[in-house]
């Protein structure tokens, strides 16, 4: 998994409380280090390598840990095994290879890995970007439906601030490439659509359809039930 999958496997609540908790010092230097180590670190490496109390760390890692931001593994280190050896050490490896967060939601990475995707199909198969673009776009929405279950959850977990338009329909209040969207409407607009419907695919949801929003203070999309 890569860090864009990473962190999307993050809401956006889970974003903002996983930069708070690297907020504090200790856990930063935590986080880094075990982030550049090869192999999974036990407390006793930790403390060793940053010259802390051992319940400074623990207390440090468990945070870590609860945030999303550490896994914890269970495993025998050494070479003595069987009856004898030891207790298993609890180990801890990075969860996700780097963290950011923005309010309002703001996905560029997601936006650039597709748009370099596009441009890298197109390139390899002759096909024209437009068309490159709106199949990467709708293959990575319906990974991202099928992840998320259903597509309220996937535009909640991804930034969109989904809201009722009073009409059984949803508006997006928030445009997870907002900047972007301005500089480049067509582009950003074509991606955004391609990646909802792929979204509705992955979900199962054949109840809803996208539709464009003219609204300038909304999403260029908003989800609409089938009639």
């Given at each position: 998994m890569?860090?864009?999958?990473q962190?999307?496997?993050?809401?956006?609540?889970?974003?903002?409380?996983?930069?708070?908790?690297?907020?504090?010092?200790v856990?930063?230097?935590?986080?880094?280090?075990?982030?550049?180590?090869?192999?999974?670190?036990?407390?006793?490496d930790?403390?060793?390598?940053?010259?802390l109390?051992?319940?400074?760390?623990?207390?440090?890692?468990?945070?870590?840990?609860?945030?999303?931001?550490?896994?914890?593994?269970?495993?025998?280190?050494?070479?003595?095994?069987g009856?004898?050896?030891?207790r298993?050490?609890?180990?801890?490896?990075?969860?996700?290879?780097?963290v950011?967060?923005?309010?309002?939601?703001?996905?560029?990475?997601?936006?650039?890995e597709l748009?370099a995707?596009?441009?890298?199909?197109s390139i390899?198969?002759?096909e024209?970007?437009?068309?490159?673009?709106?199949g990467?776009?709708?293959?990575?929405?319906?990974?991202?439906g099928a992840?998320?279950?259903?597509?309220h959850?996937?535009?909640?977990?991804?930034?969109?601030?989904p809201?009722?338009?009073?009409?059984?329909?949803?508006?997006?209040?928030?445009?997870?490439?907002?900047?972007?969207?301005?500089?480049h409407?067509?582009?950003?607009?074509?991606?955004?659509?391609a990646?909802?419907?792929?979204?509705?695919?992955?979900?199962?949801?054949?109840?809803?359809?996208?539709?464009?929003?003219?609204e300038?203070?909304?999403?260029c999309?908003?989800?609409?039930?089938?009639?």
């Open positions: 890569n860090p864009t999958q962190q999307a496997s993050l809401s956006e609540a889970e974003r903002l409380n996983a930069v708070a908790s690297l907020g504090d010092p856990r930063k230097r935590l986080f880094e280090l075990i982030r550049r180590s090869p192999h999974a670190l036990s407390r006793d930790c403390a060793e390598a940053l010259g109390p051992k319940s400074t760390i623990r207390a440090h890692l468990d945070r870590l840990a609860a945030d999303g931001l550490l896994l914890v593994e269970f495993r025998k280190v050494g070479d003595r095994t009856p004898g050896s030891g298993p050490t609890k180990l801890y490896t990075v969860a996700v290879g780097e950011a967060a923005s309010v309002p939601a703001r996905h560029y990475d997601l936006a650039a748009l995707a596009a441009v890298q199909r390899d198969s002759s024209a970007v437009e068309d490159a673009l709106a990467v776009a709708f293959d990575a929405g319906r990974r991202l992840e998320a279950g259903t597509i959850n996937l535009l909640a977990n991804t930034g969109y601030d809201r009722p338009d009073g009409r059984g329909g949803t508006i997006m209040a928030n445009c997870p490439f907002h900047k972007l969207s301005q500089e409407t067509g582009v950003v607009c074509q991606l955004n659509g990646l909802l419907n792929g979204a509705l695919v992955g979900c199962g949801d054949g109840d809803h359809s996208i539709e464009p929003d003219a300038l203070s909304h999403c999309a908003r989800i609409v039930p089938v009639r």
